[in-house]
């Protein structure tokens, strides 16, 4: 566009390249996309365009696409723009010379926008020129109500009275008009002034100001009753002016007594006579068209308007046959003369240009009446129309005009659908011929279906979509049919038949599916109708399989059908419902329109849901209506709604969904559903909730149980009793929560209350009165709860006397007698045959027959043990005392020990009764029986037992023994084959892990053999192998490497094979690698696991479970750990095995997931991905396959952009740090800008001594690469960074050297070097206490920047000299002592005031120090840098100059060498006479040029710039410093249409005199390159005459 706006000669092609102006004005759609585009610099093609469109003001195309560039620079005016003054400029000189009324609109609201009120003060200060007064009048036109307005008005008004006094007419002129624009000010008082102008000088510009102003009613007024019109009359006739003066009076006609005066003199005649002669007379025109309505037919026939009007229609300009179809227009009341053109205009209807809309429009004011209808129907009008609406079909003005001519044409007062609909359908029957003509038919029917009335049954329509659809595949065609549905069907009030809708549409597919697309919506939209036949249809199912329009259609179809829901809640809308949001997840906004207008729809179509995302969204925004309008709630009603709300309860983790239930449970048959075992696990969940660690999902539940017991139904109450929600109410109770939550403990009461008084059996635990007393005791306040609690105590002893548990009290204190009797008789086995006796071991008696007392004892354990199978929970262990003895007598006995453990298990299964149980029996003691036990059943009991009180602390004691242990892992190894008895001894081992005693132990017993075995056999049971991986993550937590060992050995491979089984299990997968993380910690079982392939199933994991968190960091930490082995060539040989398995590419794959979503465990995610990386690419192999993975990309975007994490950005550094030892990584971290961030998050975390380190030493390897220069070279700041960490870090060896290293290779780039010399200082007071090799880079930095002649002032002012001499003096390396003497040896011969300094501080008596020195190499550079000071110095007395007077300020300068010595001569020379009669130059500032001379004042203490003979420039020659070849700031100047700069002058001929400060004093350019040298070189030797030997410039 900018290319096309510069074209000199080139409309059309400007006009072509505007069109880009649309596209850029819908970019900026947003505030957030509008400043990208203003950052782009989005405002320069939009000036460029205004600029040219100044050239071709009347272009239509061109103004049309420079209105689209108003509109940009207006949305860009909100932001911070830059080049706003210039822009305004553009916008303000487009407005002059263009009159479109849109353009002109346009241009004031962008003005507005552009017009900032610092712009309008600055226009306000300045009102110098006419110019000036011109823009501060356009400002206050944009910005009338600024509060600056009245301010600026008033200073117009003094403007105005000055220049009336110094009779300026210009800027009287422009003041009036500028008070015009701001509508603040009469200006009618001043149309005397301009009617004098207009008698006096009429020029176009006194015009031209006058129509604007006429334009103000007060001002026309006071124009025309001071016989204006007479005084512009004449100057219409004068051709330079007619023009403007046609135009003005233009705008005087619109008042009535104007008119009537301009028809009186003849303007009418005048302008169809210039018409006539000149039909493109744009003036002549206007004036015309603005008498017209004023004029009658007679007196327009007698100016001969006709004969105007037919000239310009027969004109070639397509302008002239525009402006003469608006006159038609316009002269209605001449219809019968101008039917005469007819013809004509209808053969303008057949061109390309802009005519055919006017044109059109002139047959639609001609064709009243039967004679003019019947004209052009004999002339083919219909045809033409129909033809130029298709060439247009987009153009929605010429469709409603040419479609009410054809309505008249064709009988009726339609919209001329019908006409355009026949067509169509017969282009259907010529294709493929006439496909164009189809396309056009359709577009055109599209436009004229949203006219009002235009149409009134939607039949033809829809059959002639079906018919293109029958007749065509053709994409163009399609489209355009779809569109034709598409705005059909946004005609609200009209009935549409949506099944043939949907049909049409689904045949579109997939050549036209976006417009196919929109018309979806549009079906969609009309309601729950069209939702349903688009599902029944297939249109949505479509949908969903297309990549491009397909997500954002769906999008506002679920939106539609949102709105309509009430409408979806039978079967058919649920499906279609259902559909969408499974298509559609995530749409938060819809699914809560959706409940606010039918919440029971999406419960309907929540058990069709097939997605999970879309499930857990639907069950959120019910739960979330149900809280906002319970009144309105869905209510579960099926068994469907209750399954689907428990499955997203289930596996979705949506807990509240139950909640919706309690609306169900307001009626029996509601409860039943609930409560009935339909679903079991709504009661699973109801229960767990009681017990659970909501207390508000618990409060819910206990509300929903005491809903259901409350309706007082019989099968509610068997379904609950049957359930246990009395056990699972009394458990809730007995924790301390629940217990004081009163709401909780009542509704629980009254549920329990409603359950025991139902009539049904209940059976409760044996302490359940004690737990109800419990909560009235909580509570004591609560009548209520005192009263519950009274009642339900004694309905509960009711139930429980002659219940089961008052049976097995009874029988139990019947056991102590039997075992009394059977306590010395044992059962044991024979070593021989291994057959079974009984022995006494009071009497000593054995025997092979069984004894009666032991038979009694054995029977009466088997009654017990189905007994306790019947009221298992009920049973108070207080009164198994008899059961404690029995095991303590014969633990050891199998017979009795089985029956033991039967019993005592079934007392044991709730935890709090085991628990107690634990304080009655010694439990561990059931070990015992089972050393030579083979009954599984027997093993299982006491296992299981076991299992469940072996966390609790007092039974860990007890059970780690030795003996114990072995015994159960012997027993473990004989069962293999049984997964619950192997599953609970491994459980039993894990929870003794907790101890280190019993760790070593297990360790003793080969527990890990064991676990090898279990993961073996069982290797598909997922929770056996989870207890396998617990217990093996304790067994290794005590950091012995010996043991890890052991164990990675023995169960590695079965982990690997388990983490393949059960790969779909995140939370096991994640058990799996914590253990490997646990292995990893002792190299050895490093190369084991990677050996094993744990690698590729880590990989395959990650790549399966993307979205957890935890198990993709556990991921990544493991693999940094597997690839930090502490021995080389281990190292090496796992981070091969790393490699191949594809670790680096799993985490770049992590990495790119994490930077696509940033929260909390992303950012940590990032972390660890950097911490693995960093381990990693510490191998070149793996460096080089991080660089490959682009890693270093990531690296260094996530340091840049998440710059505010602390941890991410450290771990990042630390990565960046070591891959820099790689080159491969160095250049990939060079092109994506790691020095800027390195540098500038040491700036900020300077003082973290592990992040300094990190950050310099990477730093140190990248600015090895010149690139890396730019970085600080763009922001000195980052070497400011480097000199605080050496005077904060100088003590640490290797950061110091990295700090310098980096200093020494950016000092090379002499774009730094000289702000490097700025630092020196702080080199300089760091170096003295630095370490051997730090301090020879110091030293080497110090002596690179010497021999820079610029940085010489900076290195001396900075204490340069000062460190050299303490290097001297101190006990330093003969590297550091011949870096320093040399150094020295430069400064000093540089020039004698560097000489003076070195004096200044003994520095002789330093360098003579070291003359002797045994070093050879040193004591010659001492004798040289002596002999330097005394040919610089000679015999001067030290301190004859002070060491820094003028020092960086009148010092410096490169040409004052040692080796100038005062000349005998003139020491001008052949310079003076040049000097004192003054050289030609340019003299350059602010990007322009001015002819000036250039010479040595008379009293040669300043130089003097010359023009005319005055001075110009005055500069003093002690505050000069130099003069160089080359350009300076001054020489730049702007370029056109742009903000940036571009060199101006000759760059062989420019020169610039620099200051003290090294600033650009003079900017200027010679004619050529040889006049700029001797110039260069006369200046230089006046200045070195003017600073040494100030007393020879007047004499010579």
């Given at each position: 566009a900018v290319v096309a706006c510069q074209a000199p000669r080139g409309d059309d092609a400007f006009a072509r390249a505007a069109a880009a102006f649309p596209c850029l004005a819908a970019l900026c759609a947003t505030s957030e996309l509008t400043a990208s585009v203003a950052a782009r610099n989005g405002a320069k093609p939009c000036v460029a365009a205004l600029t040219r469109v100044t050239d071709c003001p009347a272009h239509r195309r061109a103004v049309r696409g420079c209105t689209e560039a108003l509109r940009v620079l207006g949305r860009l005016g909100r932001t911070d723009l830059r080049g706003r003054a210039s822009a305004l400029d553009a916008v303000f000189a487009a407005m002059d010379v263009v009159e479109d009324a849109a353009f002109q609109a346009q241009a004031v609201r962008t003005a507005s926008k552009l017009a900032t009120d610092a712009l309008a003060r600055k226009a306000m200060q300045k009102l110098a020129s006419v110019d000036a007064i011109k823009k501060l009048g356009r400002v206050l036109?944009?910005?009338?109500?600024?509060?600056?307005?009245?301010?600026?008005?008033?200073?117009?008004?003094?403007?105005?009275?000055?220049?009336?006094?110094?009779?300026?007419?210009?800027?009287?002129?422009?003041?009036?008009?500028?008070?015009?624009?701001?509508?603040?000010?009469?200006?009618?008082?001043?149309?005397?002034?301009?009617?004098?102008?207009?008698?006096?000088?009429?020029?176009?510009?006194?015009?031209?100001?006058?129509?604007?102003?006429?334009?103000?009613?007060?001002?026309?007024?006071?124009?025309?009753?001071?016989?204006?019109?007479?005084?512009?009359?004449?100057?219409?006739?004068?051709?330079?002016?007619?023009?403007?003066?046609?135009?003005?009076?233009?705008?005087?006609?619109?008042?009535?007594?104007?008119?009537?005066?301009?028809?009186?003199?003849?303007?009418?005649?005048?302008?169809?006579?210039?018409?006539?002669?000149?039909?493109?007379?744009?003036?002549?025109?206007?004036?015309?068209?603005?008498?017209?309505?004023?004029?009658?037919?007679?007196?327009?026939?007698?100016?001969?308007?006709?004969?105007?009007?037919?000239?310009?229609?027969?004109?070639?300009?397509?302008?002239?046959?525009?402006?003469?179809?608006?006159?038609?227009?316009?002269?209605?009341?001449?219809?019968?003369?101008?039917?005469?053109?007819?013809?004509?205009?209808?053969?303008?209807?057949?061109?390309?240009?802009?005519?055919?809309?006017?044109?059109?429009?002139?047959?639609?004011?001609?064709?009243?009446?039967?004679?003019?209808?019947?004209?052009?129907?004999?002339?083919?009008?219909?045809?033409?129309?129909l033809g130029a609406m298709r060439r247009w079909p987009d153009d929605d003005e010429l469709a409603r005009t040419c479609a009410g001519v054809l309505a008249r044409l064709s009988g009726g007062d339609g919209s001329g659908l019908s006409e355009v609909l026949a067509s169509a359908a017969t282009q259907c029957d010529r294709l493929p011929e006439a496909l164009d003509d189809l396309v056009a038919d359709l577009t055109l029917a599209g436009h004229l279906v949203l006219l009002p009335g235009a149409v009134d049954d939607a039949g033809p329509v829809l059959d002639v979509v079906a018919l293109v659809l029958v007749r065509t595949t053709n994409g163009n065609a399609l489209d355009a049919a779809m569109t034709l549905l598409a705005r059909l069907l946004q005609v609200r009030d009209l009935p549409v038949d949506a099944a043939a809708a949907a049909r049409s549409i689904k045949g579109a597919f997939p050549r036209a599916i976006a417009r196919a697309a929109a018309a979806a919506v549009a079906l969609g939209r009309r309601g729950a109708g069209g939702i349903r036949e688009l599902h029944r249809q297939g249109v949505t199912e479509g949908l969903k399989r297309d990549a491009r329009v397909g997500a954002a259609t769906l999008s506002y179809l679920l939106d539609a059908a949102a709105a309509d829901a009430s409408a979806l809640a039978d079967e058919t809308g649920a499906e279609a419902f259902a559909e969408l949001l499974d298509a559609v997840p995530g749409r938060a906004g819809a699914l809560a329109k959706a409940a606010d207008t039918c919440a029971q729809a999406l419960l309907e179509a929540l058990p069709l849901l097939q997605d999970d995302a879309a499930a857990g969204q639907v069950v959120d925004a019910l739960v979330t209506h149900a809280v906002a309008a319970p009144q309105a709630q869905a209510v579960p009603c099926r068994v469907e709604h209750v399954a689907a709300l428990c499955r997203a309860r289930e596996k979705l983790g949506k807990d509240d969904a139950l909640s919706l239930h309690q609306a169900t449970l307001a009626t029996a048959d509601g409860g039943k559903l609930c409560f009935g075992g339909y679903v079991p696990a709504?009661?699973?969940?109801?229960?767990?909730?009681?017990?659970?660690?909501?207390?508000?999902?618990?409060?819910?539940?206990?509300?929903?149980?005491?809903?259901?017991?409350?309706?007082?139904?019989?099968?509610?109450?068997?379904?609950?009793?049957?359930?246990?929600?009395?056990?699972?109410?009394?458990?809730?109770?007995?924790?301390?929560?629940?217990?004081?939550?009163?709401?909780?403990?009542?509704?629980?009461?009254?549920?329990?209350?409603?359950?025991?008084?139902?009539?049904?059996?209940?059976?409760?635990?044996?302490?359940?009165?004690?737990?109800?007393?419990?909560?009235?005791?909580?509570?004591?306040?609560?009548?209520?709860?005192?009263?519950?609690?009274?009642?339900?105590s004694t309905l509960i002893e009711e139930a429980q006397a002659g219940g089961p548990g008052a049976r097995v009290a009874a029988r139990l204190a019947a056991l102590k007698a039997i075992h009394a009797a059977a306590a010395d008789w044992t059962c044991a086995l024979s070593d021989e045959g291994g057959d079974p006796y009984y022995y006494n071991g009071a009497t000593k008696q054995s025997a092979w027959a069984q004894p009666a007392e032991h038979a009694a004892l054995v029977a009466e354990l088997d009654d017990l043990g189905d007994l306790m199978e019947l009221c298992a929970g009920q049973v108070d262990p207080a009164n198994c005392g008899a059961l404690a003895a029995c095991l303590s007598t014969h633990a050891r006995d199998a017979v009795v020990s089985s029956r033991l453990a039967k019993v005592l298990e079934a007392v044991g299964r709730d935890d709090a009764v085991a628990d107690l149980l634990c304080d009655v029996c010694g439990l561990e003691h059931l070990i015992l029986g089972l050393e030579k036990a083979s009954a599984p059943d027997h093993v299982l009991h006491v296992v299981a037992l076991l299992d469940r009180v072996a966390s609790l602390e007092k039974m860990r004691a007890r059970l780690g023994t030795k003996q114990y242990i072995t015994i159960l892992n012997q027993v473990c190894l004989d069962h293999m084959g049984r997964g619950p008895i192997v599953e609970h001894v491994i459980s039993i081992f894990g929870k003794l892990c907790t101890e280190e005693g019993a760790v070593a132990i297990q360790m003793e017993a080969n527990v890990p053999y064991t676990l090898k075995w279990a993961l073996q056999t069982h290797s598909a049971a997922k929770r056996l192998c989870e207890k396998c991986v617990l217990n093996a993550s304790r067994l290794v937590a005590g950091n012995d490497d010996a043991r890890t060992g052991y164990v990675c050995e023995q169960v590695t491979p079965e982990l690997v094979a388990s983490l393949e089984t059960h790969n779909g299990d995140a939370d096991f997968v994640v058990a799996v690698l914590k253990c490997f993380g646990a292995f990893s910690l002792h190299d050895p079982s490093i190369l084991a696991m990677v050996s094993h392939g744990v690698t590729e199933k880590v990989v395959s994991a990650t790549e399966r479970h993307g979205d957890h968190a935890q198990l993709l960091r556990t991921a990544v930490e493991l693999f940094g750990n597997l690839g930090a082995a502490e021995d080389d060539d281990l190292d090496a040989r796992c981070t091969a095995l790393l490699l191949e398995g594809g670790a680096v590419d799993a985490i770049g794959s992590i990495l790119d997931s994490c930077r696509a979503r940033i929260d909390g465990d992303a950012l940590a995610l990032i972390g660890a991905c950097f911490d693995a990386l960093y381990n990693l690419a510490n191998d070149t192999n793996a460096a080089a396959a991080v660089v490959e993975g682009g890693l270093c990309e990531a690296c260094v975007h996530c340091a840049r952009v998440y710059d505010a994490c602390d941890a991410l950005v450290v771990q990042g550094v630390k990565l960046i740090g070591v891959l820099t030892y790689d080159s491969n990584a160095v250049q990939r971290l060079s092109r994506c800008g790691a020095a800027a961030v390195l540098?500038?998050?040491?700036?900020?975390?300077?003082?973290?001594?592990?992040?300094?380190?990190?950050?310099?030493?990477?730093?140190?390897?990248?600015?090895?690469?010149?690139?890396?220069?730019?970085?600080?070279?763009?922001?000195?700041?980052?070497?400011?960074?480097?000199?605080?960490?050496?005077?904060?870090?100088?003590?640490?060896?290797?950061?110091?050297?990295?700090?310098?290293?980096?200093?020494?290779?950016?000092?090379?780039?002499?774009?730094?070097?000289?702000?490097?010399?700025?630092?020196?200082?702080?080199?300089?007071?760091?170096?003295?206490?630095?370490?051997?090799?730090?301090?020879?880079?110091?030293?080497?930095?110090?002596?690179?920047?010497?021999?820079?002649?610029?940085?010489?002032?900076?290195?001396?002012?900075?204490?340069?000299?000062?460190?050299?001499?303490?290097?001297?003096?101190?006990?330093?390396?003969?590297?550091?002592?011949?870096?320093?003497?040399?150094?020295?040896?430069?400064?000093?011969?540089?020039?004698?005031?560097?000489?003076?300094?070195?004096?200044?501080?003994?520095?002789?008596?330093?360098?003579?120090?070291?003359?002797?020195?045994?070093?050879?190499?040193?004591?010659?550079?001492?004798?040289?840098?002596?002999?330097?000071?005394?040919?610089?110095?000679?015999?001067?007395?030290?301190?004859?100059r002070a060491a820094l007077r003028g020092l960086g300020m009148a010092s410096g300068n490169n040409s004052r060498r040692a080796s100038d010595v005062e000349p005998a001569g003139d020491p001008l020379g052949r310079y003076r006479a040049m000097l004192v009669a003054g050289s030609p130059f340019k003299e350059w500032a602010a990007g322009k040029s001015s002819a000036r001379k250039i010479a040595l004042a008379g009293d040669f203490t300043s130089l003097v710039t010359l023009s005319g003979g005055k001075v110009k420039t005055r500069l003093a020659l002690n505050s000069l410093l130099r003069c160089d070849l080359g350009r300076g700031a001054a020489h730049a100047k702007k370029k056109m249409l742009s903000s940036t700069k571009v060199p101006g002058g000759k760059a062989d001929a420019c020169f610039v005199i620099k200051g003290l400060a090294e600033n650009d004093v003079l900017c200027g350019e010679c004619n050529s390159r040889a006049d700029a040298v001797a110039l260069k070189d006369a200046l230089n030797a006046l200045l070195r005459c003017a600073a040494r030997w100030p007393h020879r410039l007047a004499s010579g």
């Open positions: 036109e944009c910005r009338t109500d600024a509060p600056w307005a009245a301010e600026a008005v008033d200073i117009l008004t003094k403007t105005l009275r000055r220049a009336l006094h110094e009779e300026d007419h210009a800027k009287a002129r422009a003041c009036v008009v500028a008070l015009h624009r701001s509508r603040k000010h009469a200006t009618e008082d001043y149309a005397g002034m301009f009617l004098d102008e207009l008698r006096r000088h009429p020029t176009r510009d006194v015009i031209r100001d006058t129509a604007t102003l006429v334009s103000n009613e007060a001002f026309r007024a006071a124009l025309i009753s001071s016989d204006g019109v007479n005084v512009l009359l004449p100057l219409a006739r004068d051709a330079a002016l007619a023009d403007a003066a046609e135009r003005c009076l233009a705008v005087v006609a619109a008042h009535p007594r104007g008119a009537a005066d301009l028809l009186k003199g003849g303007a009418a005649r005048h302008a169809c006579a210039r018409l006539a002669e000149d039909p493109t007379s744009g003036g002549s025109s206007l004036l015309l068209g603005a008498l017209a309505p004023h004029a009658s037919a007679e007196q327009l026939r007698k100016a001969g308007a006709a004969r105007a009007v037919r000239a310009g229609l027969l004109d070639d300009d397509d302008e002239a046959r525009e402006r003469a179809c608006g006159l038609v227009k316009e002269m209605t009341h001449l219809r019968s003369d101008l039917l005469a053109s007819a013809p004509r205009l209808v053969k303008l209807l057949g061109n390309d240009e802009e005519s055919p809309r006017a044109a059109a429009r002139a047959v639609d004011a001609l064709c009243a009446g039967d004679d003019a209808v019947q004209l052009f129907v004999d002339l083919d009008t219909a045809h033409n129309m709504f009661n699973d969940f109801v229960k767990g909730d009681l017990r659970g660690a909501s207390s508000m999902r618990a409060r819910n539940a206990c509300e929903m149980v005491a809903r259901g017991a409350g309706l007082g139904d019989a099968d509610v109450n068997q379904a609950l009793i049957e359930g246990r929600f009395p056990h699972a109410l009394l458990d809730a109770l007995k924790m301390p929560e629940r217990l004081n939550d009163e709401a909780f403990a009542q509704n629980a009461l009254y549920a329990l209350r409603c359950l025991l008084e139902g009539g049904q059996t209940v059976d409760v635990a044996f302490d359940a009165a004690r737990v109800v007393r419990a909560v009235a005791a909580a509570h004591p306040q609560n009548t209520y709860i005192g009263e519950t609690a009274r009642a339900v540098a500038d998050a040491l700036r900020s975390r300077a003082d973290d001594h592990d992040f300094v380190y990190d950050a310099i030493l990477g730093l140190a390897n990248l600015v090895t690469l010149d690139e890396n220069a730019a970085a600080f070279r763009h922001d000195t700041k980052r070497l400011d960074a480097l000199g605080d960490v050496l005077e904060a870090h100088g003590d640490d060896e290797d950061i110091a050297t990295f700090a310098l290293k980096a200093l020494v290779r950016l000092a090379a780039d002499d774009g730094i070097s000289k702000a490097i010399a700025e630092l020196v200082g702080k080199v300089a007071r760091a170096a003295p206490d630095l370490a051997e090799k730090p301090q020879t880079l110091a030293f080497e930095l110090i002596a690179h920047l010497a021999y820079v002649p610029e940085n010489r002032v900076a290195l001396v002012a900075q204490g340069g000299v000062r460190a050299l001499l303490l290097a001297l003096e101190g006990p330093s390396t003969a590297s550091v002592l011949e870096r320093a003497l040399k150094t020295l040896d430069v400064l000093v011969a540089a020039d004698v005031e560097y000489a003076s300094v070195v004096l200044e501080l003994n520095g002789r008596a330093a360098v003579e120090r070291h003359v002797h020195e045994t070093t050879r190499s040193v004591a010659d550079m001492a004798r040289r840098a002596l002999e330097t000071i005394d040919a610089v110095v000679g015999h001067q007395p030290r301190g004859q």
